[in-house]
């Protein structure tokens, strides 16, 4: 690698001088063809797969999660080839962009996609795709899709996106690169996917007793919420602001983050006070929590949560684990006794008709205070390897974020070898 000297104009930064900037619509062969507009069907071999805006996931791949087919007759014309790369035209989504891989099986694009097929003799696909991942390009995603109300981008204004262009040789070279850091990155995505499998096989088998942790064998008691929990009504009368909502992902969050804006009321007095190491159930529909979300507050001393909550707190600490119980709730355990009362209670208002008695009065299956705690460790240390890898994908993440910014600008070269 070498640093550039020769440079010019590019926007708000600079670029080398030997690079052309070229729009998007003259590096092309097939210049903004929307897809078929057709409703999707249960997915079958006998039928291709359909891609839409909600089938890319955050990182640009095809993904397998809901997928679905198209039953459309006039679908060939529609199905994506080699090369071939869409582009997100409405919506929150608008700029996401696929890069076809051959791998991902026959696919057909759909309508609130705009295709686009390079002239690879001007620009690789690649690199075409790699440049849809820098802030430039969102920059300019952002300015562009606002001009009209809803967030938007035609295939015209697609066209005219211009594209700073290294000679093809580079291109390739830059391409390698960014490729080798997405083949680690994705090697770690997969094994964070497969340690999160293996927690939960970990909680269904370690907290319903299906598998025992060596040196344990007592057998497991019958218990009421109420025996081992106590209600929190504690109210808020020194005034805290802190107002925290459950997210089924990410536990307590404050409503100001979640919510991107105030959503309490301005007074607080009768909201309750709930304390680090406490726990609330909030039974209002959660995504990924059919029958509510119960979590421990961490991350915060103090916070306040609607009186909608029910909150409760350990009676006593030498005979009942709190972080098996908050494993527990985690793994969804009480999901059973809360539909069965769920549903005699119906809804109210929209929100599931749960009384904190007939909430109290659910029963658990337990063991022993010390099989508790060590079941606890032993999800816990799970839980720390993955948060590591995590912490270690996101590290990725913007090392390859800083090799986009300095090949992709060309304020780093590289070293090219003749083809």
Not at 372 to 392: C, F, G, N, P
């Amino acid at each position: 690698m070498a640093a550039t000297k020769n440079t010019k104009a590019f926007y708000n930064t600079e670029i080398p001088s030997d690079w052309v900037i070229k729009k998007l619509g003259d590096c092309c062969m097939v210049k903004g063809e929307y897809g078929i507009n057709a409703p999707a069907v249960e997915f079958s071999e006998d039928l291709p797969a359909y891609l839409r805006i909600t089938d890319i996931d955050d990182s640009g791949n095809y993904s397998l999660d809901k997928k679905a087919s198209v039953g459309d007759s006039n679908y060939e014309q529609f199905v994506l080839n080699n090369g071939d790369i869409v582009f997100a035209r409405t919506g929150a989504t608008v700029g996401k962009t696929y890069l076809y891989k051959p791998t991902d099986g026959i696919l057909v694009f759909a309508g609130f996609l705009i295709r686009f097929r390079t002239n690879e003799k001007l620009l690789t696909p690649q690199h075409l795709k790699y440049f849809t991942e820098t802030k430039h390009y969102w920059d300019w995603v952002k300015t562009v899709s606002m001009r009209s109300g809803q967030p938007g981008i035609n295939a015209e204004e697609y066209a005219s996106l211009k594209i700073p262009l290294p000679p093809l040789p580079e291109q390739k070279a830059i391409a390698r690169v960014l490729s080798t850091a997405d083949a680690v990155n994705h090697t770690t995505e997969k094994l964070i996917a497969q340690k999160e499998l293996r927690k939960k096989w970990l909680m269904q088998q370690l907290l319903t007793g299906k598998k025992r942790l060596k040196g344990f064998d007592g057998e497991w008691k019958e218990k009421k919420l109420s025996d081992l929990f106590e209600r929190v009504t504690r109210k808020n009368d020194e005034g805290n602001t802190n107002v925290v909502t459950i997210s089924a992902q990410r536990g307590f969050v404050r409503q100001t983050d979640f919510f991107n804006k105030t959503v309490a009321s301005e007074i607080l007095d009768n909201y309750f006070l709930v304390k680090k190491g406490e726990f609330c159930y909030n039974k209002s529909y959660s995504n990924g929590y059919p029958w509510g979300a119960t979590k421990r507050l961490n991350d915060f001393d103090k916070a306040v949560v609607t009186t909608l909550y029910i909150c409760f707190g350990i009676k006593d600490e030498k005979k009942t684990n709190p972080e098996f119980f908050e494993q527990y709730f985690e793994a969804n355990l009480l999901d059973k006794g809360l539909t069965k009362i769920a549903h005699e209670g119906g809804r109210a208002h929209g929100l599931l008709n749960v009384t904190p008695s007939d909430f109290f009065s659910l029963k658990v299956t337990i063991p022993s205070y010390k099989e508790q705690t060590a079941i606890a460790q032993v999800l816990q240390a799970a839980d720390k390897e993955i948060s590591l890898l995590k912490a270690k994908a996101e590290k990725l993440r913007e090392q390859k974020k800083g090799l986009m910014q300095q090949l992709l600008t060309g304020k780093v070269r590289l070293k090219i070898n003749k083809e």
